[in-house]
């Protein structure tokens, strides 16, 4: 069982990255994902989740209107369109999985997490 989160890189303030997360190892297509992250020094934080259908998505209110996350058609796929970066947005990027369909913005209640890609935003 393997998240691969990928896409992460060095962008100036107000530009745009995609992240991606791939699942291998089982299929995670009946599972709600979300993505968080982690400044240096900081705990880690929810950013966004899409429940298992791609049909329903919450946001932290500090990204709200500038990210964007969604499913692939395969589901076992996750992106997190960033745009309008900011400076703050800098951290570690990490995908996750939970077991149950219903999405959740609580780091304890997932169960797969991926290895992180690292955002960095130069103001």
């Known amino acids: 069982v393997q998240l691969q989160a990928s896409g992460g890189g060095l962008v100036q303030a107000g530009g745009s990255l995609r992240l991606s997360c791939a699942a291998s190892?089982?299929?995670?297509?009946?599972?709600?994902m979300g993505w968080f992250r982690q400044a240096p020094g900081k705990e880690r934080e929810f950013v966004a989740t899409?429940?298992?259908?791609?049909?329903?998505?919450y946001y932290a209110d500090s990204v709200e209107g500038r990210f964007t996350i969604s499913r692939g058609t395969s589901k076992n796929t996750m992106y997190l369109q960033m745009n309008s970066l900011k400076a703050e947005d800098t951290a570690v990027y990490y995908c996750a999985a939970r077991t149950s369909g219903l999405y959740s913005a609580s780091v304890a209640r997932y169960d797969y997490w991926g290895q992180g890609t690292l955002v960095t935003v130069s103001s």
């Open positions: 190892g089982r299929t995670f297509s009946r599972y709600a």
């Open positions: 899409v429940n298992w259908s791609g049909s329903s998505t």
